[in-house]
């Protein structure tokens, strides 16, 4: 192209000889056109080099393209920033999620202190109510979570209360099993039911409702162990899972009972969307094993076997994130068979159990309102128990009414006001208990499952 151009103006430069001058100077004509090819031939150089880079990245995005033709050949590998160079892995996968959730609030009832402490569910349990009068601390929840490595996730949770710390759950879940199984081992909640695997933060309510405060505790059914889950290939979502527990639940089964784990959980779960707004979830689940628990009265021992059955049911329309409607319910029955030895008479007699429990709510959310109420209700449809052949009469069903009120601030921040109008003393007196909660959150937590 240069060589082109610097004929072109030889050319020009012969023409212009050969012209009439008029009295220009040949030599003025001469340096101008010295300036000119100059000036031209910075330009081709430019050009050319715009041309060169051009060159060069047009072969980069074609060794870009067969690096990923590679890499798509070969079977997948951890990146090089995610590959394990120690005990804790690369500094990508050193730094968990960490968050910490205060749940506090403050109570009263028409009861006084040492009613409260005795006010126990007689045939169910002899565990009183704990709070107090004034403010009360539920917990300060410390929650960690982190990848360990394309295969494994880690969590653990840490409630901080006034007795101490506790780890509640700390257990690992597999990310990369095929065929749609999964594993949890380590300590962690229970998927049987709905409520149970839910975290008291979580819940629509201050308190966990009287069918599990019955059979399972005020907190549910935490424990060590595995948990094996499948999800199956289907049109919908189902799932189903077993557990091998260690059978440590006070109410349940006990520590001593056995020396190994001595508690089977088996569930199944199904969700269908009925419309683009609404979905309903439900699902069976049971657990079973052997128990050794003097949860029923004092100076008395239960030996023997313990099932509890549970059926889930929950109904969600969500038409905006403002706006939305919650039906939830669960109902739960409890068989055990054994002996009871009561310490002070000195006497072992055969026991059998076949009790029932229910809770019913519904929540309905306007803006960054909601409104919700509950039904508790034991001694639905059995109420059998049989001490050595004697079914004593313990008194009125217990059951109990709750309606609450609460507000978001943000995401981060709740305030709730709850009410319970419960009669699950049995003798015929109501306990109007108020509360009034404070839940807050900082740090990276998860969303709740649905």
Do not use: C
Not at 51 to 65: D, F, P, S, T, Y
Not at 85 to 102: D, E, K, R, W
Not at 226 to 237: D, G, I, K, R, S
Not at 411 to 433: A, C, M, P
């Amino acid at each position: 192209m240069q060589h082109w151009a610097t004929s072109f103006l030889f050319i020009i430069l012969i023409f212009s000889l050969s012209m009439p001058s008029y009295g220009a100077d040949i030599e003025s004509r001469l340096e101008a056109l010295e300036g000119t090819i100059k000036e031209q031939g910075k330009t081709i150089e430019e050009q050319q080099q715009v041309i060169n880079g051009l060159q060069e990245e047009v072969r980069a995005r074609e060794e870009r393209k067969e690096e990923t033709a590679k890499a798509e050949e070969k079977p997948e590998e951890v990146p090089k920033a995610q590959k394990p160079t120690g005990l804790f892995g690369a500094s990508a996968l050193a730094n968990p999620n960490i968050s910490l959730v205060l749940n506090t609030f403050a109570y009263t009832s028409n009861l006084g202190r040492e009613e409260l402490a005795i006010r126990n569910i007689p045939g169910y349990t002899k565990a009183g109510i704990e709070n107090r009068k004034g403010f009360n601390l539920d917990s300060a929840e410390l929650f960690l979570f982190s990848p360990v490595d394309p295969y494994f996730n880690l969590y653990a949770t840490i409630p901080v209360t006034e007795d101490g710390a506790e780890v509640e759950e700390a257990y690992f879940l597999t990310t990369s099993l095929p065929y749609g199984l999964q594993l949890r081992s380590g300590k962690f909640k229970s998927s049987f039911g709905r409520i149970n695997s839910q975290h008291p933060h979580a819940w629509d309510f201050v308190d966990i409702p009287l069918a599990y405060k019955v059979f399972s505790g005020p907190e549910g059914i935490t424990e060590k162990g595995a948990q094996f889950t499948y999800l199956p290939p289907l049109p919908f979502y189902a799932l189903l899972g077993a557990e091998v527990l260690q059978g440590e639940n006070d109410i349940l089964f006990g520590t001593d009972a056995e020396a190994g784990p001595h508690a089977y959980t088996f569930f199944a779960k199904a969700s269908f969307d009925l419309t683009d707004n609404s979905t309903i979830l439900f699902g069976p689940s049971v657990m079973t094993g052997t128990t050794k628990t003097n949860s029923l009265a004092d100076d008395t021992e239960f030996r023997g076997t313990s099932t509890l059955y549970g059926l889930e049911f929950t109904y969600k329309w969500k038409p905006s994130k403002t706006k939305g409607l919650t039906v939830q319910s669960e109902y739960l029955y409890r068989k055990q068979d054994g002996d009871l030895e009561d310490a002070i008479a000195a006497t072992i007699e055969p026991l059998r159990r076949s009790q029932d429990g229910l809770y019913l709510q519904s929540i309905y959310q306007f803006g960054r309102w909601r409104l919700g109420a509950r039904y508790d209700g034991l001694d639905l449809f059995n109420k059998d128990f049989t001490l050595a052949g004697v079914s004593p009469d313990f008194g009125n069903k217990p059951w109990r009414a709750s309606g609450m009120i609460d507000f978001s601030p943000t995401e981060f921040s709740l305030i709730r006001l709850q009410y319970n109008h419960d009669e699950s003393g049995r003798d015929g007196k109501t306990n109007h208990e108020w509360f009034l909660q404070f839940v807050m959150g900082i740090g990276a937590h998860g969303a709740h499952p649905f």
